[in-house]
């Protein structure tokens, strides 16, 4: 192969192996495993890849440069021989846009050589100017002349004129890339010669500014014509320098027979398709420049960020990571309708403003998952605040207590930190993260007392002035001297974040906040005309904020504080382990699913390429983008070993294979995986979600209240009889048989063993007499107020609320109907059922004691509304053939 030939075959090949088309060329590049690929060596006979072919160029096994190209077009023929009839076509198309490439390449070199060895001249374009310019010798060779002549009347000076510059461009050869420019002046030879190719124009006008009254010298125009091409010549050097000034000189720009066009302030690339080389100044469509200096991330079509996987060691490790998803995970499979206020950013304009003048860090689930990902989290503290701090902003900024999504973001805190306590654990030492005040939630109860408070002459909320920083309600400023008589602001937001993001370690700190904004109040505004109202709300405020810190304290001190800090600080949480065969029957599920691409209309297996592991040969940089690689078979494996734990721990598997394929592969324009990918985590969602039940809240519990207990059977529901009128059957609770003969057995002593009386543990999952179960009620309601301190409409409320617990079917002695407690509390083995029918359980005791903590009413109708749903509640679930007596009846 002769040394031009050679050079020609190492262009072609650097080319089709470059970055140019590094998101077609990837799968060609090494050899690859023949085992991913059963029955090749049938189909195809001749393996190549373009590191073969290259070793076998280097090496001297081609003696024609046919031979070359035969085996370079090989390589993507084979691939297209054993791909097209599979659902694997997608590689068959990119062998084909490899063809493409590879002719145009092989065109271009070729082309290049040729002219480069038949003309010495370089490719690069000539610049001729289409007329010249004036200049001092030109004058006065002309005035010689006409001396000569002997033409007495002198010579003048040509006319002004402005001078046009004509450039016509000249390429030897198509280029993939635009050439250098070269600036010549050419002869007055050069200007008759014509071009008679089509190629393309470049043709600069120069328009010079007048000088003396509209007249040029010839001094003057040559001066400005060699001026205006050194200029031009610099700005072709830097383009982003390029600035017009008045009376300057214009540039316009034509190829072929467009229309001039002006030039921007930068020299900016014809709209051409095809890459602007390294160096040329021309920004390309993969990266640009912010008006910082600073590169933009590579963006996908929906603009979102694409960021490689991170070390382990620039995050949280990997073990960490996984705790964090999961939590995630099953937060938003436990709470599928209400985490979707959660999932993405407040976007609502009109009330953005509003929200971002008081939350200064929002958060939401859709961001979290992305750090999560992007491994930017440096500690499960870090992760813990971030999540604490959704559910935050939501409570600081919808104060009101008839906003349904304060009992929403109440919820998911008190299941987030039991999730995150759960999945933490599991970490060891390393699942340590600051925890919430264990009385959090009596906190919050005491908190909203206070929002519940009204003014007794507007009805507006008397706490509305201290709800937010006072600068809030001041612009967005303090006032000049708030800052000099007031030490430390304080407002109930704060106030409401730092409880809920872990910053107070005693109650004492949360007293001591809510009293400092009574105080703060009166410091600033007391002896001011203008603060004479904000004085007295803050006094009443003080009454009723200090009866409930009182209550709030005197809980602290007991001992069911001490057991509640006990129980805070352990586990609750029990997740039951997934069913080997509800995990392979999604996996199965999966499988069966076809997917059809939009563009091709080709339908293929959905899960063909997430089946089996990444072949590393194959891919060789996947292991840079992907520290966790997954596929189905490993996870079917580890599902019949029995290893997935929680649901969770599946659900986080599946999700890494579509995630891995998404972060690889929209790196390289592989836009038919990434819709595979989406498609696939999609429909695995679906079927997850419906293939994996959630329990009931009750039935997450601790280990050591399961409901499974053999003592506990059956509760024999008898009845006097029939009912008949206003006479209502009563109703009796009688153990099971199994349970009366357990019972018996714990008080009798075992032969042998001295008759000593021993505290017996009461039986689990038993029903326990009514009085100790209204108790029971009574007891989660630590700040209960007493009937005198009662707003006006509150006191008729309680009024109306004694006179109903007087009817006959209601009387605490001898009640005909159990209304006054949950049904669940009484008859332990109804929860399931009875969750199942009522979505929001009510009783008369949880009435009353809402009513009297005062965080939730705000009129009587809430209080009608709660009464009506208990009995409601009991028509509901009764009416299907469970009937024990006649709810129906039950007048109120």
């Not at 009330?351 to 499960?380: A, F």
């Not at 959090?440 to 908190?447: I, Q, V």
């Not at 509760?715 to 357990?742: F, N, V, Y």
Request: contains cysteine; positive net charge; charged residues 25%.
């Amino acid at each position: 192969m002769k040394p031009q030939e050679q050079d020609i075959a190492r262009a072609v090949l650097k080319n089709i192996k470059g970055e140019r088309y590094k998101d077609w060329n990837y799968l060609f590049l090494t050899p690859f495993d023949l085992s991913q690929v059963p029955g090749y060596l049938e189909i195809v006979g001749k393996p190549l890849d373009l590191q073969t072919v290259t070793q076998n160029f280097e090496d001297g096994a081609y003696g024609e440069l046919a031979e070359l190209w035969s085996d370079i077009k090989q390589t993507f023929e084979n691939a297209m021989k054993y791909h097209s009839d599979r659902p694997t076509k997608w590689i068959a198309k990119m062998a084909k846009d490899m063809i493409k490439f590879f002719n145009k390449e092989r065109k271009n070199a070729e082309k290049g050589k040729l002219a480069s060895s038949s003309s010495p001249s370089t490719n690069k374009p000539k610049l001729k100017l289409g007329k010249q310019l004036p200049t001092a010798a030109n004058v006065a060779a002309a005035q010689a002349k006409a001396a000569a002549s002997g033409d007495s009347s002198g010579v003048s000076p040509p006319k002004p004129k402005k001078p046009k510059l004509k450039l016509k461009l000249k390429s030897g050869g198509d280029t993939a890339a635009p050439p250098d420019v070269a600036l010549s002046t050419p002869s007055s030879n050069d200007t008759s010669k014509s071009n008679k190719s089509n190629k393309p124009k470049i043709r600069l006008k120069l328009k010079a500014s007048n000088v003396d009254g509209g007249r040029n010298t010839p001094d003057t125009a040559a001066s400005a014509a060699a001026s205006t091409t050194s200029q031009s010549a610099s700005e072709a050097s830097k383009p982003a320098s390029n600035k017009s000034s008045k009376g300057g000189t214009k540039i316009s720009l034509k190829i072929g027979n467009s229309r001039g066009k002006e030039l921007p302030k930068g020299v900016a690339q014809p709209p051409t398709g095809k890459t602007p080389p390294p160096g040329s100044g021309i920004p390309s469509a993969s990266t640009s420049t912010t008006k910082t200096g600073q590169k933009r991330k590579r963006t996908s079509k929906k603009g979102a960020s694409i960021a490689k996987d991170s070390p382990d060691g620039e995050g949280l490790p990997t073990p960490q990571l996984q705790a964090c998803a999961k939590v995630l995970n099953a937060l938003k499979r436990r709470h599928q309708k209400d985490i979707s206020w959660f999932l993405s950013p407040v976007s609502d304009k009109s009330m953005i403003q509003d929200y971002r003048s008081k939350i200064k860090h929002p958060m939401d689930i859709g961001k979290m998952t992305s750090k999560v990902e992007n491994k930017s989290y440096k500690s499960l503290a870090d992760f813990s605040l971030d999540l604490r701090r959704i559910f935050s902003n939501c409570l600081c900024y919808n104060t009101s207590v008839k906003d349904h999504l304060r009992s929403v973001a109440l919820e998911l805190i008190e299941n987030s930190e039991e999730l995150m306590g759960f999945f933490f654990a599991q970490l060891g030492g390393n699942g340590s993260y600051p925890r919430l005040l264990y009385c959090w939630k009596t906190c919050m109860e005491a908190l909203g007392t206070v929002f519940n408070l009204t003014n007794p002459t507007d009805g507006q909320p008397t706490c509305l002035y201290f709800l937010h920083p006072v600068k809030v309600y001041c612009g967005g400023q303090f006032p000049e001297d708030y800052l000099d008589l007031v030490k430390k602001p304080m407002d109930f937001q704060t106030v409401t974040s730092n409880l809920l993001e872990g910053r107070y370690k005693a109650v004492a700190d949360f007293a001591s906040d809510c009293k400092l904004i009574v105080q703060n109040c009166n410091t600033y505004y007391s002896g001011r005309e203008d603060g004479r109202v904000f004085v007295e709300q803050a006094n009443r405020l003080e009454t009723v904020m200090n009866q409930q810190l009182e209550q709030l304290m005197r809980y602290d001190k007991s001992t069911k504080a001490n057991s509640d800090r006990i129980k805070a600080s352990n586990v609750r949480l029990s997740i039951p382990r997934p069913p080997v065969t509800t995990l392979t029957g999604i996996l199965d599920d999966l499988r069966a699913l076809n997917y059809t691409d939009k563009g091709t209309k080709i339908t293929e297996a959905a899960m063909g390429p997430f089946e089996k592991p990444i072949s590393v040969s194959a891919f060789p940089d996947y292991p840079q983008h992907v520290s966790e690689p997954m596929d189905l078979q490993t996870v079917e494996r580890k599902a019949k070993g029995n290893i997935y734990a929680t649901p969770e721990d599946f659900e986080y598997d599946l999700n890494l294979i579509f995630r891995n394929c998404e972060r690889y592969n929209s790196q390289r324009n592989g836009e038919h995986l990434v819709s595979m990918a989406k498609f696939g985590a999609k429909h695995f969602r679906r079927l997850f979600f419906a293939k994996i039940a959630m329990p009931p809240p009750d039935a997450y519990v601790a280990p050591q209240q399961s409901l499974m207990d053999p003592a506990a059977k059956k509760q024999k529901l008898e009845t006097d009889g029939p009912s008949s009128g206003k006479t209502a059957p009563r109703i009796s609770i009688t153990l099971s048989a199994a349970a009366a003969s357990a019972a018996a057995r714990s008080k009798s002593p075992k032969p042998g063993q001295p008759t000593q009386k021993k505290p017996t543990s009461p039986i689990k999952n038993q029903p326990v007499p009514l009085h100790i179960a209204i108790a029971r009620v009574k007891e989660q309601f630590h700040l209960r107020r007493p009937v005198k301190s009662l707003q006006s409409w509150e006191a008729d409320c309680a009024r109306y609320f004694k006179e109903l617990l007087r009817h006959p079917w209601l009387s605490a002695a001898r009640p005909q109907f159990i209304f006054h407690v949950p049904v669940t509390m009484l008859f332990p083995d109804l929860r399931e059922a009875y969750a199942a029918k009522i979505r929001k359980p009510m009783d008369l005791t949880t009435v009353e004691c809402t009513l009297l903590a005062g965080n939730r009413y705000t009129s009587p109708e809430d209080l009608i509304e709660d009464v009506a749903l208990t009995f409601s509640n009991a028509i509901r679930f009764n009416k299907d053939g469970r009937d024990i007596g006649d709810p129906l009846s039950c007048a109120y």
